[in-house]
């Protein structure tokens, strides 16, 4: 399982950091939580994230 920031998974979706965190917020993204600090869990099959935004996170991988 690959844990993405705020700001990764929104440049993998090419969507805003908003936008991620709205979709986390309303159970779109699935989140997990360290402490203070949110990860987003793109790759995981329960995410309603669904078209483009998400063909794109697996043709565009991030690797930190």
Known sequence: MRLYT????????RV???T???YGREGKLRTVKFGR?????LEGGSNEVQGDAQD???DNSISV
């Open 37 to 41: 600090t949110v990860r987003y869990d």
């Open 20 to 22: 991620v965190w709205k």
């Open 16 to 18: 805003s950091k908003w």
């Open 56 to 58: 794109q996170l697996f």
């Open 6 to 13: 705020a700001q990764e998974a929104a440049e993998a979706l």
